[in-house]
């Protein structure tokens, strides 16, 4: 075990837990709780979202993709992206007027429905669940690359750091932690690209045309198709990842923790530079470690590539690079697993056990230690799931949370926004169309089924043939809406204009 690598763990751990202690102090109410009291300002928010999603799927999983699969693994970085114009254009400012805690308010300022809060709630956790257990692989693999134990017990070490952020420091130490974390992740990334642009030459056209003999590829490197050869398979990709973004709970959660509007509008600018520059920067991870660290190594370590970053700091940089590049890492999936564990919380204590269990009466501290309950229950079942799915790229396994988002969460969003004859049917049908899809047609498609023993879940043939079906369930979701609304018949136009103008305006009666 490496001494640097220990001490930079802890040295990490301690600061995390050093801001959640403060944290604890100011986190009394549900407010606080769940959204840091609005206090966030514009910059702090925006790099609070970047260290949201900047996770364990974007600094291991397409580094380790670009570099086994080439171009085809750039796809993650494009479409994880281009996602944010359509929640700066769309989602930013009408979510942040109209909802309160969770994404349920949002709809329900137009729904006043205790069903159609709960199928919201429902969609909220399902998707809580699939990126919670991408980025506990993520975490797995790399303690127990770094300190060579088993693969459980590293689980359940990040499991169990997670759980205390939450629990004690809610949002506010939540939120800390990714700001922090974000620029650590920002520091290690533009150094590790430096070092690689560097062996180059600076000289992107050489870097280019070296990687062209560097892999066992050739020149298939640089050109898609190595991994995604149904060109169905790669749109409908793009799709989950595009339009996925709009409709995460633990993202549009974020929107909530600034004063207004123009404060979340101001959040997503600053997010989009942030994830904009790091996302190109993952070209020189992801060639970096295809070039000096080479793909069998890569697989050796982890069979799906996802250490194929710090493996490319020790090549790089030597123990010290390595350790400081995990230890970030490290702090990248506390961070986001911990916005997470938050999001799943709050659908089930304020939408489920405080609006339609307990109908809007409960207390302060009833929904804080409801939270709290709920935090548990989603850390012990993500756990859980984590541990059967150790050999899964964690890029791809987040993919398929984008799926369901943006099948179920995205159609209603913008039905309420943008379309007077919505109602209630149509939004229940929406979700429950957008989720239903996802969730069946992920279960039979070569994500699960696969007829190489260990490629994929179970062995043997797989019935639907895209590895991720956002391309038709995405439609579907928008369909549901369409046809629940229009076979209902029910109308309520004075509710519209009331959201739309306080979507636009911000304005709430007192």
Not at 75 to 86: K, R
Not at 363 to 369: A, D, F, I, P, Y
Not at 415 to 440: D, H, P
Request: one cysteine or more; hydrophobic letters at 55%.
């Amino acid at each position: 075990m490496n001494t640097t690598v220990v001490i930079l763990f802890l040295l990490i751990v301690a600061s995390t837990l050093i801001i959640t202690y403060f944290a604890a102090k100011r986190t009394r109410t549900a407010n606080e709780f769940y959204t840091a009291g609005g206090g966030l300002t514009g910059w702090q928010n925006g790099l609070a979202i970047a260290g949201d999603y900047l996770s364990a799927a974007s600094f291991l999983g397409i580094a380790g993709s670009i570099a086994l699969t080439g171009f085809d693994g750039f796809f993650f970085s494009i479409g994880y992206l281009v996602a944010y114009l359509v929640v700066l254009f769309i989602v930013a400012e009408p979510l942040r007027n109209l909802g309160k805690y969770t994404l349920a308010d949002m709809i329900n300022a137009r729904f006043d429905a205790k069903k159609v809060r709960g199928v919201a709630a429902l969609s909220t956790i399902t998707i809580v669940i699939f990126y919670m257990i991408a980025q506990l692989v993520g975490a797995g693999a790399l303690i127990q690359l770094l300190f060579n134990i088993d693969y459980w017990l590293a689980v359940l070490i990040v499991g169990v750091m997670m759980t205390i952020y939450v629990l004690f420091g809610g949002m506010t130490a939540t939120s800390w932690v990714q700001i922090i974390k974000a620029v650590l992740l920002m520091a290690a990334t533009v150094v590790i690209s430096f070092i690689v642009l560097s062996k180059f030459n600076f000289n992107i056209a050489t870097m280019f045309t070296k990687m062209k003999t560097a892999t066992p590829l050739g020149e298939d490197f640089l050109n898609p198709g190595v991994k995604y050869k149904n060109p169905l398979d790669t749109i409908s990709l793009m799709t989950a990842l595009v339009l996925g973004t709009a409709g995460l709970p633990h993202i549009l959660m974020r929107f909530f923790t600034v004063k207004d509007a123009q404060t979340a509008r101001s959040s997503v600018m600053w997010a989009t530079w942030i994830v904009g520059i790091f996302y190109i920067l993952t070209v020189f991870l992801g060639f970096g470690a295809a070039a000096f660290v080479g793909s069998e190594k890569i697989v050796e370590a982890n069979e799906a590539g996802n250490m194929a970053a710090p493996l490319l700091a020790q090549v790089l940089g030597g123990d010290f690079l390595m350790s400081f590049v995990s230890a970030v890492a490290f702090a990248t999936i506390l961070a986001v697993v911990s916005g997470l564990v938050l999001s799943g919380a709050s659908a089930f204590a304020h939408d489920i056990y405080g609006q339609i269990i307990k109908k809007g009466k409960i207390t302060e501290r009833q929904q804080v230690l409801a939270a709290k309950y709920a935090s548990l229950g989603v850390a012990v079942l993500s756990i859980l799931l984590a541990l059967f799915a150790q050999n899964m790229n964690v890029a791809f396994l987040v993919s398929l949370a984008f799926c369901i988002a943006g099948s179920a969460n995205l159609p209603v969003i913008v039905y309420t926004i943008f379309w007077k004859r919505f109602n209630t049917a149509g939004a229940i049908s929406a979700m429950l169309s957008g989720l239903t899809s996802a969730l069946v047609l992920v279960s039979i498609s070569p994500s699960v089924f696969s007829p190489t023993e260990g490629a994929a879940i179970f062995v043997g043939n797989p019935i639907f043939p895209l590895t991720n079906p956002a391309i038709i369930s995405v439609p579907l979701g928008f369909l549901g809406g369409y046809l629940g609304t229009v076979l209902s018949g029910k109308t309520d136009f004075v509710r519209y204009a009331e959201v739309k103008f306080r979507a636009n305006t911000g304005y709430r009666d007192k």
